[in-house]
């Protein structure tokens, strides 16, 4: 599978700060089953290979990446534990090369950072922070100038931001944290977190979600209505 495939494999990447090892293989098993396979494991804690090398073996239905990624020596390390993906919230010069043993996700924020990924063969990025930088509406200009370029946008997304996202023509998926909170982590509370996994998937999808709440979104502070965002698209 090609990164630019795995990207539109699932609608969102659950972005994991993981303390304990043994939390691995139960928190990426409730993903899953939620309908996220794909997953990023970030390298925040000292547990994080030792989690992905776990994820690797014992959750054959995972596609484990590692985030955080700031060397090539990240990569490498990553790679012998079995991650199939590198994301980054940058490109350092150190990680220009496009030949990792595994393909890299790159972190961009601006357009000058968008056509410098691009020249240099990713086309698919990681708008970091993504709402920092514009969100949905960056998104759409950059379609303009630079519409072959694919995004996952990350950093400040929440679950009833995910149509607004994902109605665009050149967002793939979207990363974030929500789906797997530092607290239901703590409690072990995989049942929490694989609800949260299947509404992201039931609101990416439009479809109405367990709890009864409709998909529709509220619009934020400082960012436009979605309704009309996505009426803007149709
Ligand atoms: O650690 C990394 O590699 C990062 O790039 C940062 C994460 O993608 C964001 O921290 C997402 O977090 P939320 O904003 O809570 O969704």
Not at 57 to 75: E, K, L, N, Y
Not at 208 to 219: D, E, I, L, N, S
Request: net charge negative; glycine share 8%.
């Amino acid at each position: 599978m090609t990164l630019m495939e795995l990207l539109h494999a699932a609608p969102v990447i659950p972005v994991l700060v993981i303390e304990s090892p043994d939390d691995a293989v139960p928190l990426a098993e409730a993903l899953v089953s939620g309908g996220l396979p794909n997953l990023e494991i970030t390298l925040r804690t000292p547990a994080a290979l030792t989690a992905i090398e776990r994820i690797a073996r014992q959750v054959p239905d995972a596609r484990v990446g590692v985030g955080t990624v700031r060397s090539d020596a990240d990569i490498r390390a990553a790679w012998d534990a079995g991650a199939s993906f590198a994301v980054s919230p940058g490109l350092p010069p150190s990680l220009r090369a496009i030949e990792h043993p595994i393909p890299l996700l790159p972190g961009v924020m601006t357009p000058t950072e968008v056509m410098t990924a691009y020249e240099l063969g990713f086309h698919a990025m990681k708008l970091f922070p993504a709402k920092l930088a514009g969100g949905s509406d960056f998104l759409r200009a950059i379609a303009g100038p630079i519409p072959d370029a694919v995004f996952c946008p990350t950093g400040g997304i929440r679950e009833e931001d995910l149509p607004r996202y994902l109605a665009l023509p050149n967002v793939a998926c979207v990363g974030g944290t929500w789906m797997a909170p530092a607290d239901a982590l703590a409690r072990k509370d995989w049942g929490l977190i694989e609800t949260l996994a299947r509404r992201a998937v039931q609101i990416a999808h439009d479809e109405p979600t367990t709890t009864g709440q409709a998909a529709g979104v509220q619009p934020q502070a400082g960012e436009e209505d979605p309704g009309a965002a996505l009426e803007t698209l149709r």
